[in-house]
């Protein structure tokens, strides 16, 4: 351990050189964590108010049916590890008149527990209560501003057969999106199997929540192929969305690594003119017997000690920015991911080792003769 | 007694070609242990390449360096720093000692180098050592709140840490003033009476020389005369 104590005193014996690459260390991996969990979290805000509360996959009838069944959502749940939830509901269109003006409201009827576990109702009521009992339908926010229609008031719409049926409002939803408030609607099962003609165990679709929202594809290609249903996921609804956060993940990366890059030369070059100043030190430890490992091995210490340094730095200065962020008027919060971070405080002391890899090489090499010649 | 160090014919030749420089030219003698000898000669004459070559810190052209028995010129890097490190120790003209460390740390970096930590006898010979230095109290002192002195007086005690066989000194009082040289000589003297360590020491100074128990004479990379100094002491 002689060369991690001669390069804890070398680092020492140049406390303003030292600090300024510490700095310059933390700097960029502060930037790294920030920007990171800045792309992370803002991009996790957007997937979950797309589809946070509304299906991830979808199964509508095969081909030549007309329902599924209402057990295709317990098979889903058992067959697919990444099912966190499964409810079969009956979607329908239907119209709502108010004076001359009239809307199509897109209805989903089911159990109001069940609904809830997919679009989260109980935490986005605004009005109202949560409940879809006999009768009862649960309307947005945009509509129920638009139409004045609040809790207790009859809902008319006409149905796809042309007749018309009579709801009350229970309650108005908020579901973070100005489309949905306005165009879609909830009512019980049994009003909607009414409406549509359907058994207590036929459904127009099984709509499914998974744990991992990006795995919707291939869970769906297996439900789709391994029932006899047609599957469709969120992410096929989604491209532009999708392509928009790959750029952003894609310019995410670019900035990071262009910063890893400045922080890898700005080590590079210190320790590089560490290793000229120290050059003479050097010479006299390899004349007194120090093998070339070892004097190689004090520049790799240099660099594990700055870059641990940095790191820490880094890392105390990226959490106070993000802290510091929490108090802009934005409305989503930086969640600063601890894998991230660890990832980013491994790569901080990794890129700090390869950049010592040049002046550590060249002290190994140095001959003692040429520093005792030259005095 | 037994020869510590065989220089046997060698040569040491700088560059190639038309542009090659003979620095050294059939060089042999042998130095036994216990001796007190010096190398003397002008500037430019092969004195210090001569003394880089016994002290690894060079490889000849051609030729053998033996020391301690073993054959160096076979030796790799690696083997020619551990023979550095246990069986030499060297004294320059400039002390070189490290500024970023104490006093201590100076003293007992060939320990260290040797990947050992400081045993109870190398402390008390480390402490041994600062005594016959006369530089006892000055442990924890950095190595830059020394006079010129001083420094190379820790210098000498860095080389006689790990008790080498042979101690190469080049011109190691050329800093020091007057006194200053004569105290470090007497110190030489004093070790290589009481411990046995054996002494090469280039100068260009023949009084210097005249102090040492054999001279050693190089003249354009050649050995010229190799006596035995009666009068020395």
Same mark, same amino acid.
Not at chain 1, 267 to 296: C, F, N
Not at chain 2, 99 to 112: A, D, H, I, K, R
């Given at each position: 351990?002689?060369s991690l104590?001669?390069?804890?005193?070398?680092?020492k014996?140049?406390?303003?050189?030292?600090?300024?690459?510490?700095?310059?260390?933390?700097?960029?991996?502060?930037?790294?964590?920030?920007?990171?969990?800045?792309?992370?979290?803002?991009?996790?805000?957007?997937?979950?108010?797309?589809?946070?509360?509304?299906?991830?996959?979808?199964?509508?009838?095969?081909?030549?049916?007309?329902?599924?069944?209402?057990?295709?959502?317990t098979?889903?749940?058992?067959?697919?590890?990444l099912?966190?939830?499964?409810?079969?509901?009956?979607t329908?269109?239907?119209?709502?008149?108010?004076?001359?003006?009239?809307?199509?409201?897109?209805?989903?009827?089911?159990?109001?527990?069940?609904l809830?576990?997919?679009?989260?109702?109980?935490?986005?009521?605004?009005?109202?209560?949560?409940?879809?009992?006999?009768?009862?339908?649960?309307?947005?926010t945009?509509?129920?501003?638009?139409?004045?229609?609040?809790?207790?008031?009859?809902?008319?719409?006409?149905?796809?057969?042309?007749?018309?049926?009579?709801?009350?409002?229970s309650?108005?939803?908020?579901?973070?999106?100005?489309?949905?408030?306005?165009?879609?609607?909830?009512?019980d099962?049994?009003?909607?199997?009414?409406?549509?003609g359907?058994?207590?165990?036929?459904?127009?679709?099984?709509?499914?929540?998974?744990?991992?929202?990006?795995?919707?594809?291939?869970?769906?290609?297996? $439900?789709?192929?391994?029932?006899?249903?047609?599957?469709?996921?969120?992410?096929?609804?989604?491209?532009?969305?999708l392509?928009?956060?790959?750029?952003?993940?894609?310019?995410?990366?670019?900035?990071?690594?262009?910063?890893?890059?400045?922080?890898?030369?700005?080590?590079?070059?210190? $320790?590089?003119?560490?290793?000229?100043?120290k050059?003479?030190?050097?010479?006299?430890?390899?004349?007194?017997?120090?093998?070339?490992?070892a004097?190689?091995?004090?520049?790799?210490?240099?660099?594990?000690?700055?870059?641990?340094?940095?790191?820490?730095?880094?890392?105390?200065?990226?959490?106070?920015?993000?802290?510091?962020?929490?108090?802009?008027?934005?409305?989503?919060?930086?969640r600063?991911?601890?894998?991230?971070?660890?990832?980013?405080?491994?790569?901080?002391?990794?890129?700090?080792?390869?950049?010592?890899?040049?002046?550590?090489?060249?002290?190994?090499?140095?001959?003692?003769?040429?520093?005792?010649?030259?005095? | 007694?037994?020869?510590l160090?065989?220089?046997?014919?060698?040569?040491?030749?700088?560059?190639e070609?038309?542009?090659?420089?003979?620095?050294?030219?059939?060089?042999?003698?042998t130095?036994?242990?216990?001796?007190?000898?010096?190398?003397?000669?002008?500037?430019?004459?092969?004195?210090?390449?001569?003394?880089?070559?016994?002290?690894?810190?060079?490889?000849?052209?051609?030729?053998?360096?033996t020391?301690?028995?073993?054959?160096?010129?076979?030796?790799?890097?690696?083997?020619?720093?551990?023979?550095r490190?246990?069986? $030499?120790?060297?004294?320059f003209?400039?002390?070189?000692?490290?500024?970023?460390?104490?006093?201590?740390?100076?003293?007992?970096?060939?320990?260290?180098?040797?990947?050992?930590?400081?045993?109870?006898?190398?402390?008390?010979?480390?402490?041994?050592?600062?005594?016959?230095?006369?530089?006892?109290?000055?442990?924890?002192?950095?190595?830059?709140?020394?006079?010129?002195?001083?420094?190379?007086?820790?210098?000498?005690?860095?080389?006689?840490?790990?008790?080498?066989?042979?101690?190469?000194?080049?011109?190691?009082?050329?800093?020091l003033?007057?006194?200053?040289?004569e105290?470090?000589?007497?110190?030489?003297?004093?070790i290589?009476?009481?411990?046995?360590?054996?002494f090469?020491?280039?100068?260009?100074?023949?009084?210097?020389?005249?102090?040492?128990?054999?001279?050693?004479?190089?003249?354009?990379?050649?050995?010229v005369?190799?006596?035995?100094?009666?009068?020395?002491?």
């Amino acid at each position: 351990m002689l060369s991690l104590k001669i390069a804890a005193r070398f680092l020492k014996s140049s406390p303003g050189q030292s600090a300024l690459i510490i700095a310059g260390i933390a700097v960029g991996i502060a930037t790294q964590i920030f920007v990171g969990s800045l792309i992370t979290s803002l991009q996790a805000d957007l997937i979950d108010a797309a589809v946070g509360s509304s299906p991830h996959i979808t199964l509508l009838p095969g081909d030549g049916a007309s329902t599924v069944p209402g057990t295709a959502a317990t098979t889903a749940s058992k067959s697919e590890l990444l099912v966190a939830t499964a409810i079969p509901v009956r979607t329908l269109s239907a119209i709502y008149t108010s004076g001359e003006d009239s809307v199509p409201l897109s209805i989903a009827g089911g159990d109001a527990t069940d609904l809830g576990l997919i679009y989260n109702l109980e935490d986005r009521m605004v009005s109202g209560t949560y409940r879809l009992g006999a009768g009862e339908a649960l309307v947005g926010t945009v509509f129920a501003a638009k139409y004045d229609v609040g809790p207790g008031d009859p809902l008319e719409l006409l149905l796809p057969d042309g007749t018309m049926a009579e709801f009350t409002v229970s309650g108005v939803f908020d579901l973070g999106q100005a489309t949905a408030n306005e165009r879609v609607a909830f009512v019980d099962a049994a009003s909607a199997a009414d409406a549509l003609g359907l058994a207590d165990d036929e459904y127009t679709a099984i709509q499914i929540q998974l744990t991992d929202v990006f795995a919707s594809t291939e869970v769906a290609d297996r $439900l789709g192929s391994d029932n006899d249903v047609t599957a469709t996921d969120w992410q096929e609804e989604n491209a532009e969305l999708l392509s928009g956060l790959a750029a952003q993940s894609g310019s995410s990366i670019m900035i990071q690594v262009f910063v890893l890059v400045a922080v890898a030369l700005g080590i590079a070059s210190t $320790l590089a003119i560490s290793a000229v100043q120290k050059t003479r030190q050097i010479g006299i430890l390899k004349a007194i017997g120090m093998g070339d490992g070892a004097a190689g091995r004090i520049f790799l210490w240099q660099a594990a000690l700055l870059g641990a340094g940095g790191t820490l730095g880094g890392i105390a200065l990226g959490y106070a920015l993000i802290w510091g962020f929490s108090f802009a008027p934005v409305p989503f919060s930086i969640r600063p991911e601890p894998t991230f971070i660890a990832i980013s405080a491994g790569i901080g002391i990794t890129v700090a080792l390869l950049s010592s890899i040049i002046p550590a090489r060249s002290t190994s090499r140095l001959d003692p003769i040429e520093v005792i010649q030259n005095g | 007694m037994a020869d510590l160090l065989v220089v046997d014919a060698i040569e040491k030749v700088y560059g190639e070609g038309s542009a090659a420089t003979r620095a050294l030219s059939g060089v042999s003698f042998t130095v036994a242990e216990g001796e007190f000898a010096s190398i003397v000669g002008q500037s430019g004459s092969g004195k210090s390449t001569l003394l880089n070559l016994i002290g690894l810190l060079d490889t000849p052209t051609s030729g053998r360096v033996t020391l301690t028995g073993e054959n160096t010129t076979a030796l790799g890097r690696a083997g020619r720093a551990r023979l550095r490190n246990e069986a $030499l120790g060297f004294v320059f003209q400039f002390h070189y000692l490290l500024p970023e460390f104490s006093v201590w740390e100076n003293l007992t970096m060939p320990v260290q180098i040797a990947r050992r930590t400081v045993s109870g006898e190398e402390r008390d010979r480390a402490l041994e050592t600062l005594a016959l230095l006369g530089l006892e109290g000055l442990e924890r002192k950095n190595a830059n709140q020394l006079s010129g002195g001083q420094k190379q007086r820790v210098a000498i005690g860095r080389a006689l840490m790990n008790r080498p066989k042979l101690i190469l000194a080049d011109e190691p009082t050329g800093n020091l003033d007057t006194a200053n040289t004569e105290a470090v000589y007497e110190l030489f003297r004093t070790i290589n009476a009481e411990l046995g360590t054996t002494f090469l020491i280039v100068t260009h100074d023949r009084v210097v020389a005249q102090q040492t128990d054999r001279i050693l004479e190089v003249r354009d990379g050649e050995l010229v005369q190799d006596v035995r100094n009666d009068y020395a002491g």
